[in-house]
């Protein structure tokens, strides 16, 4: 082997098996606020996204209720916070999901386990968000991708002039049929209820505009074959059936928090799989804090920031307390 | 009267006398984020703010720690919070202060009290924030204003060329010494313990500066006639006194949160007085959640938002829950 190439390769396992102070798991907002509280406050700070930095915000193609930002898309906020976590000076591992996380309890460290190798920590913030709800029903899982879409934002734009279906009745579905109503020829927004959870201002621009409610409907199959053609579709009062011929269908129903790693951990969470935490974000299991969506309370940028500065400041006090 | 000022003047009357869905007391980020999540719900929502909206960050030279601006001036942060409000349909009463708020009984109305007279309201978030903590000592009082000062960018251009000290180990302490060593002829850090409470970021910015820290140090007098002349000092571990020539001085200590009107409700508070909520921001009374300083926790603007927009979100479920 070269030696230089060989002492690069030293520089970088010796980089990589130091101790950090703290390791985030999630690069959404809650994990960069996060890293950019831990970064600053001096912790040795390294940050886990199995995707790109920015989480669900990314995706959206609007945001309006982060104070701050009258409109800004979700992946302009995204790379404004990714900026500023560089700035701060955390590590950042981009596509480098964290595979399992344990407690080495002879050196009382946490060990991350990763496709470049295992990470030694001496605290863990968990902000590992909520993954898609899925519709379950036949034909989802085969037509992903091939008219079936999680996010308005990142497949809207293939469906221009053509005829779409949101599945949802939450902030979220409002916001994808609000989005795709202004390239779509025609949209459909299903909901299984008679009445929208999404926060009023989002519903009074939704009437306003073109897309067309289904109410009391739930989808029943994704029919297609190469691609999606049509949705069948039930009226849960009346029981009546139907067919909806559509393009794609965007599912928005929300997220499932991810909390698989924190489990193992022996984190506890409640019913819906969400982690438990204090108001100083504390798990159960000391070292391990959680923030942002993963967390029980409301899915919001601005709690989730909120929660990540808490958590890295909780974070803080307990290293500091242990050196 | 002319008829016309009289029906104005009836209009006036009956939109002060509606009853509102909201009233948020406090218009730091807190209550900012409170107000734009509150409108965009759909809540009838009112501000009362007792100077101009913004808060303790509209008076930061530079925030880099909240998520979404690499470096901000305070202020420029607090008007694109309250042009957010405003899009978002919230009423805003500035210079106006809510000088007692009660619950009515019979109407299971929060009774609001302003000089403008009184608002009725369903449900109350208080974001009072905290006042400056003051020094106590000989001299602060008479010399405030001719010198004397609790914030850096709003009189800090006074001292150009001057010598000048801060007092306090905090964040705002570092922050605001930093931002007048750009301006000033000399500064001095003055600070009664021997480390400092401020983030290592700050810290490492200080000692690479030409701040010059007196470690160990406590104020015990400001001396002046007109104008601060100097300080008399004294070492807390030597008990050695001394004086220092300086034209102006910072008080940087913090705040002492403002929860006299939430006391007068029956709300409970910690020994600092600080307001105890849970994690949906509610305090122990029925209708009234806490959001921001004036809560116990982390005084940072991330978390001020999360916490407005959790008690928005919860007085909602509250207020709907009762129509």
């Known amino acids: 082997m070269d030696r230089r190439y060989e002492s690069l390769t030293l520089v970088l396992w010796m980089s990589e ?6 390791a985030i798991v999630g690069g959404g907002p809650a994990g960069m606020a996060a890293a950019i509280y831990g970064a600053r406050y001096g912790l040795k700070t390294i940050l886990f996204e199995a995707g790109v930095l920015g989480g669900a915000q990314a995706t959206s193609p609007g945001i309006e209720n982060y104070p701050g930002f009258t409109f800004i898309v979700g992946m302009d906020l995204a790379n404004k916070m990714k900026e500023q976590v560089k700035r701060a000076g955390a590590t950042i591992k981009e596509i480098t999901e964290v595979k399992g996380i344990k407690k080495d309890d002879s050196s009382d460290l946490f ?6 190798g295992e990470f030694r920590a001496h605290a863990v913030i968990i902000a590992t968000g909520g993954g898609h709800r899925k519709l379950g029903v036949d034909g989802e899982k085969e037509l992903t991708g091939r008219g079936v879409s999680y996010c308005a934002t990142c497949d809207g734009p293939l469906f221009r002039g053509k ?6 009745g939450g902030n979220t579905a409002v916001t994808e049929a609000l989005y795709l109503v202004e390239l779509a020829e025609k949209v459909y927004l299903i909901h299984r209820r008679d009445e929208l959870r999404a926060e009023h201002a989002l519903q009074k621009l939704l009437f306003d505009s073109e897309v067309e409610v289904l109410w009391d409907t739930i989808v029943t199959a994704i029919e297609g074959d190469s691609m999606v ?4 579709l039930k009226n849960v009062k009346t029981g009546e059936e139907s067919e909806l011929e559509v393009d794609g269908v965007f599912i928005a129903l929300g997220s499932d928090p991810v909390s698989g790693l924190a489990k193992e951990l022996g984190v506890e969470t409640n019913e819906r799989g969400e982690i438990i935490v204090d108001r100083l974000q504390r798990t159960n299991v000391e070292g391990v804090y959680a923030a942002g969506d993963v967390v029980e309370g409301l899915k919001q940028i601005a709690v989730a920031v909120g929660h990540g500065a808490v958590a890295a400041d909780t974070a803080y006090k307990y290293i500091r307390g242990r050196s």
Request: net charge positive.
């Open 17 to 22: 098996n130091d101790i950090w102070d703290l």
């Open 111 to 116: 060990l991350l386990e990763t496709r470049r």
């Open 163 to 168: 005829r779409v279906a949101v599945v949802g």
């Open 229 to 232: 053609k049509s949705l069948r």
